[in-house]
């Protein structure tokens, strides 16, 4: 099975139009548009019966304590974890392809709904934790909400989509399901993985791509 983005090349730079956040003219940070890449896909095994989509970076920081300070950088020796970006589940078997903003087409505060898509099952994102207590963003971000990583970090992010083929039509999912979930929903039931992946950086002196 074969996974492609076209809007940029595997491992290369990741567009500003599909991150969350870009860096300003100003400042550090400015929101930018937000939207959800096109994904395509082919080779499906025999016996696919439905699809999911999950994007995550593995590169965030595992603690906030330098995050996006002016005076000083995210340290390339800090544990990194996992945050997540899109959970799409019961895509249906029939689709070979995702189209663009389909997920989300522009930055939306307090997030987007959680559940039933023309394209699958939506679950939440992990920006629904990262602005947990935040009275202007706070909410459940379902749906994409793409790349923002700290403005200060000294290492590249690198964004990977890896979409499953699975031998069952549903995984079962409701509600305000995350990444973790739908990934231990779909083990045992996987066909085939693919993946395709992008790097993006706010911070000037860190070069992605």
């Known amino acids: 099975m074969k996974l492609k983005i076209d809007e940029w090349n595997n491992k290369g730079a990741i567009p500003a139009q599909f991150a969350f956040g ?5 400042e550090p940070f400015a929101p930018s548009d937000n939207v959800s890449p096109a994904v395509y ?11 999911a989509l999950i994007v995550h970076d593995p590169d965030v920081p595992s603690k906030p304590d330098d995050v996006n300070q002016a005076d000083r950088e995210v ?7 996992e945050f997540y970006h899109w959970v799409l589940v019961d895509i249906p078997a029939e689709l070979s392809e995702i189209a663009q903003g389909a997920g989300s087409e522009a930055l939306v505060a307090r997030g987007k709904p ?19 207590g935040d009275s202007d963003m706070e909410g459940v971000y379902g749906g994409y909400d793409g790349p923002c990583p700290p403005w200060n970090d000294s290492i590249v992010h690198n964004y990977i989509f890896s979409l499953y083929a699975l031998d069952i039509p549903t995984l079962g ?10 990934l231990a929903a779909l083990e045992g039931h996987v066909l085939a993985k693919a993946s395709y992946s ?5 911070n000037p002196k860190v070069k992605a791509g």
């Open 114 to 132: 959680v559940g039933s898509t023309p394209v699958g099952i939506t679950g939440q994102n992990n920006y629904t934790d990262w602005f947990s």
């Open 198 to 202: 992008g790097q993006y950086s706010m």
């Open 41 to 51: 896909w082919s080779d499906t095994p025999e016996g696919t019966k439905s699809f």
């Open 75 to 81: 340290p390339a020796s800090l544990a990194r974890c």
């Open 22 to 26: 870009k860096p300003g003219t100003d």
């Open 173 to 182: 999912l409701s509600g305000e399901f995350t990444g973790p979930e739908a």
